[in-house]
């Protein structure tokens, strides 16, 4: 797709980093509307010749919930004072526990949004809007637990196509990403493994998708996050992988080191420190730009930005399967 408005910033001069930050970060701070405590790990897409967004908003009694938000740059956001009010056809569903975490995909006809729903646990919410107004509720795809449900904006092979995590209760300590399809956006099954932590690295506790993967010739690019364990706690870093195109299980580059990790003061310091969290991307298909955004510290939201072409090259010389 051509997003030709999408925000950007050249890489610094003399700067050699494949990501790179935009050098006003944070863009949206904890406290754009008043009951929030912190707005990070949200997704943002191209809608109407502007952007339109579903953000996480964890709000001064600690709840997490889903806001919806628009923005004429991409940078600049305007986001709704209270959550989103979803429409559900049963009932059961319609008790709120928790929503976070929140991606969003155009997908064939209607923008879908993905996120770690509470239900018994956490699981993956699915649900749909066409104009960010208007939001129903479809259903939870999986049994808790499970987190970091991430679509494909395609059917692969004529279904519907999800990455996700299976977790636990807490603060997972474990994390491998596993692919799902379905043929109607309820029923999901033909679960395959697709990648887990590795050695003693930035990724050896757990990893997660990001964004909704990017198609290229060459395969899936997926932007995902890798944690690793510090005496200190976790340290969630961001990496990419390639997937074959009509088997995304099957990962043809991996990054050795990580693309991005926390360093920023606005990375390192806040509820959570040390957590660059990626959860959406624009790209623009002319010019191969990619804008990233991604929760810093579980407090504010950034941006960062690189090209496609060089994230394949870079895994291309620097992976390890
Ligand atoms: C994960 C999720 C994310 C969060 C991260 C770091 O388990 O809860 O929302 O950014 O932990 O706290």
Request: with cysteine; glycine share 8%.
């Amino acid at each position: 797709m051509s997003v030709t408005n999408i925000p950007w910033e050249d890489r610094a001069q003399g700067s050699s980093s494949v990501i790179w930050r935009y050098s006003q970060n944070p863009i949206i701070p904890r406290d754009l509307i008043p009951t929030s405590n912190s707005i990070f790990n949200s997704a943002a897409v191209p809608f109407n010749g502007a952007f339109a967004g579903v953000f996480r908003v964890d709000d001064q009694q600690r709840l997490m919930n889903l806001h919806a938000g628009h923005s004429a740059d991409g940078i600049n956001w305007q986001i709704e004072h209270d959550p989103i009010e979803w429409k559900f056809s049963d009932s059961e569903h319609a008790t709120f526990v928790h929503r976070y975490d929140p991606r969003v995909t155009w997908l064939e006809d209607r923008y879908y949004v993905t996120w770690c729903n509470g239900y018994h646990g956490p699981t993956i919410g699915i649900g749909y809007t066409y104009d960010f107004k208007e939001f129903t509720f479809v259903e939870n795809a999986y049994l808790p637990y499970n987190r970091n449900g991430v679509l494909f904006p395609r059917r692969i092979n004529g279904k519907y196509a999800m990455f996700s995590r299976p977790s636990d209760t807490g603060h997972t300590p474990f994390g491998d990403i596993f692919y799902s399809e379905s043929p109607d956006m309820i029923h999901w099954g033909k679960h395959r493994f697709v990648m887990g932590p590795k050695g003693w690295t930035w990724q050896s506790t757990k990893t997660g998708a990001g964004p909704t993967p990017i198609e290229t010739p060459e395969g899936w690019l997926l932007i995902y996050h890798g944690v690793l364990t510090s005496c200190n706690g976790f340290v969630y870093s961001m990496g990419a992988a390639l997937l074959d195109l009509d088997q995304p299980w099957k990962v043809i580059y991996r990054s050795k080191p990580y693309l991005m990790s926390p360093q920023k003061l606005y990375e390192c310091v806040g509820d959570v420190p040390n957590v660059v969290f990626p959860c959406a991307a624009l790209h623009d298909a002319d010019t191969g730009r990619l804008a990233i955004y991604y929760g810093a510290a579980d407090t504010v939201t950034g941006l960062a930005f690189c090209y496609v072409n060089e994230v394949i090259d870079f895994l291309k010389h620097n992976s390890e399967l």
